[in-house]
């Protein structure tokens, strides 16, 4: 009876071993899904970050595109600056050398304009000394004052011989007076010996005999007047001494002025007198020194880059 029911209870402890086996299988199973389920997700995280990645990498290409272009364009700006620059050395170089050139020109123009003053400086003293020859000779052959104590010669401020004109002539006449005869026959005599003289005669271009009248209220322009007394004289000096208008006779001109050349602007008979004169102008030539002008005016029109207007050779 025993045995049986060690039997029996062998029976009965059997079928517990394979529920057993079976869970453990089903759990082998179910964590084996969840692995795959785990490396399913984690492949699927994946290949979103590595697209991700792939789109980064390539907006990072795209920028990298974008930044070697920009490059290229500075690189490009920083050649085209590196030549104007190498361009602006240059020309500054050449700008320094020109000034220099420049400042040797400027250098000799002022060189050639100092001597060109000294020479105008001498030009005027010659000038004056030539002027008081004339004075002084007119004043031998004349003598300094007329009867009534007035002076028959001065030298006014523009350096011309006045005459007075009281001595010469009548009011509103052309007919010389015999006092004017006697003077202007001197004054022929004085101008023969003037130019007789070498020294003097070679800085003589032109010896003009000038007719000044007086603006009196109501008066017309006297500029007839003023002409026909200038070619009284010339003729006068002309015909009393022939040897004046034979040798000399080019060097003698006429002129009449009117009015417009006052020496004492107001309106008194004192001012009147004094405009009413015959002036004798010196004008001087040196050709040397108008040829030393001429062509340091044509030096300076060069330097500027100007054309040169001709000049007159008469002073």
Do not use: C
Not at 205 to 231: C, F, W, Y
Not at 258 to 263: A, H, T, V, W
Not at 282 to 297: A, R, T, V
């Amino acid at each position: 009876m025993k045995m049986r029911r060690r039997n029996f209870k062998a029976t009965e402890e059997a079928p517990n071993f394979w529920p057993s086996f079976t869970d453990m299988i089903s759990t082998i199973a179910l964590i084996l899904f969840f692995l795959m389920l785990l490396s399913y997700v984690q492949n699927i995280i994946t290949g979103t970050n590595l697209k991700t990645k792939e789109e980064q990498l390539q907006l990072a290409n795209a920028d990298i595109q974008e930044t070697k272009k920009e490059l290229m364009i500075l690189e490009d700006q920083l050649d085209e600056l590196n030549a104007e620059i190498d361009e602006g050395q240059r020309i500054l170089q050449l700008s320094l050398i020109q000034m220099s050139e420049q400042q040797k020109i400027i250098g000799n123009s002022n060189r050639e304009l100092a001597e060109l003053r000294t020479k105008l400086d001498q030009l005027a003293a010659l000038r004056f000394e030539v002027l008081e020859a004339v004075k002084q000779s007119i004043e031998e052959e004349l003598g300094g004052f007329t009867t009534n104590g007035e002076s028959v010669v001065t030298i006014g401020e523009n350096g011309n011989i006045i005459l007075n004109s009281s001595v010469l002539f009548a009011p509103s006449s052309t007919e010389i007076t015999q006092d004017g005869k006697a003077l202007i026959g001197k004054l022929a005599d004085a101008f023969e010996n003037i130019l007789d003289d070498d020294s003097i005669r070679q800085f003589i271009d032109v010896i003009e005999i000038q007719g000044h009248t007086d603006k009196r209220p109501g008066m017309d322009p006297n500029r007839k007047l003023s002409t026909d007394r200038a070619s009284a004289v010339t003729d006068y000096m002309a015909s009393v001494n022939p040897n004046l208008e034979t040798k000399y006779g080019e060097y003698i001109a006429a002129s009449g002025y009117s009015e417009y050349r006052p020496i004492d602007s107001s309106e008194t008979e004192e001012a009147w007198a004094k405009n009413r004169r015959i002036e004798i102008a010196i004008g001087l030539k040196d050709p040397n020194l108008q040829n030393l002008i001429n062509e340091y005016l044509n030096g300076t029109d060069q330097l500027l880059g100007i054309a040169s207007a001709p000049s007159d050779d008469s002073n």
